[in-house]
């Protein structure tokens, strides 16, 4: 079986949809799947395409593949429904932003939440909720998604995201199918559960679109004396945002707040961590969950339905409205759990791992 991929912008991309992407193809090609990667005019090799372990894409190199006959974005707005030649090389194309790439019944839209709010080619127009640039870009995807929903494989990453597009789509099961994302490569679980955690909690995502560090970080300050537990967020958030206590706390290095990051020192902050934390007002899967439970860290999380899909036993929640079920979870949280309740997490989130998702991809397709 052959792929094609659309994967521009990716490189150096890790977080949204272009990490999603660059998961699927390692996923992709785990079972076995020759997958061949679309850019605009590159010219560099595979492995500047990928932030994985050498060992894992020396294994899967044989498979991937690159054409850079892609046009740029800009072209690709107004031309994705033409059928071009090269999409009859490939037995499925997949796409993300673009969703006409591809011919009809061989097209696999890879889809974290509806592209848009109403199931509705001219309405959508006409819902303005963010800056014009953004609702007329969604717009115009939705009203090419909705030409095509039929005659496409839409894959959404949770039951949740699954349900909502069918029913704002009016698919059914024939068109839809639920494959969720992956975060990397199968770990020896074994060898990883004996480790020593250490006194600091993580959040991975800054203050942007609907994820709330924010919250976090005041919780948190606000029971540090009770708690000696330092707190790490990754990704933007301004500090002069926060209140006097949690400056404090910043400027005396209890609270770490990091932009950029390798993806090999995220997962080690991720492994060494009492807990993660993630509380966002609305998500199509929640990543660092799963990131979380893959690498046998126990998470805390606000209350969204979505959440509600990966086990209790291993992610706990508390409701938003309520902040100082968090700082009982925190408080919960401060001692490390055994090198059992490691390995067991990390045995759940074995279904997050490359491997696991890529059989998921190959019975769907096959």
């Known amino acids: 079986m052959r792929i094609l991929v659309d ?112 199931g509705s080619r001219l309405r959508e127009f006409f819902y303005w909720d963010g800056k014009p640039k953004l609702v007329l870009a969604r717009s115009f995807r939705n009203f090419i998604y909705m030409n095509n929903r039929k005659m496409s494989l839409t894959v959404p990453s949770s039951r949740f995201s699954l349900n909502r597009v069918i029913e704002t789509y009016s698919l059914d099961s024939s068109n839809a199918k639920l494959v969720t994302c992956a975060v990397g490569p199968r770990l020896k679980i074994r060898e990883l559960s004996l480790r020593t955690r250490n006194p600091y909690f993580l959040f991975v995502g800054g203050l942007r679109q609907r994820k709330r560090p924010d919250l976090v970080a005041e919780a948190w300050s606000e029971i540090f004396s009770k708690l000696g537990v330092d707190l790490i967020i990754i990704g933007n958030l301004p500090i002069i945002s926060l209140s006097k206590r949690a400056q404090k706390l910043a400027s005396l290095n209890h609270l770490k707040i990091i932009n950029n990051i390798s993806t090999a020192k995220l997962r080690s902050l991720q492994r060494d961590a009492l807990a993660c934390i993630f509380v966002s007002m609305g998500e199509g899967f929640g990543r660092p969950i799963a990131e979380s439970l893959y690498v046998g860290t126990p998470i805390i999380v606000n209350n969204l339905p979505v959440f509600n899909e990966f086990s209790s036993k291993f992610v706990e929640t508390f409701e938003l409205s309520n902040l100082k079920g968090l700082q009982e979870l925190m408080l919960k949280k401060r001692l490390a759990i055994s090198y059992n309740e490691t390995e067991k997490i990390m045995k759940y989130g074995d279904q997050f791992s490359y491997e696991a998702v890529g059989e998921v991809w190959k019975n769907i397709l096959t």
């Open 7 to 118: 994967f521009d912008g990716v490189k150096a991309n890790y977080s949204g949809v272009p990490r999603a992407t660059h998961d699927d193809v390692l996923s992709l090609v785990s079972a076995g799947i020759h997958v061949t990667l679309w850019l605009n005019n590159y010219t560099g090799s595979i492995d500047d395409l990928f932030e994985v372990a050498p060992e894992f894409l020396n294994k899967h190199r044989h498979l991937l593949d690159i054409d850079p006959s892609r046009p740029k974005n800009l072209n690709l707005w107004f031309s994705q429904i033409i059928v071009r030649n090269i999409y009859q090389k490939f037995d499925f194309v997949l796409c993300s932003l673009f969703p006409a790439l591809g011919k009809n019944y061989k097209r696999i839209v890879r889809m974290h939440d509806p592209f848009g709010h109403t």
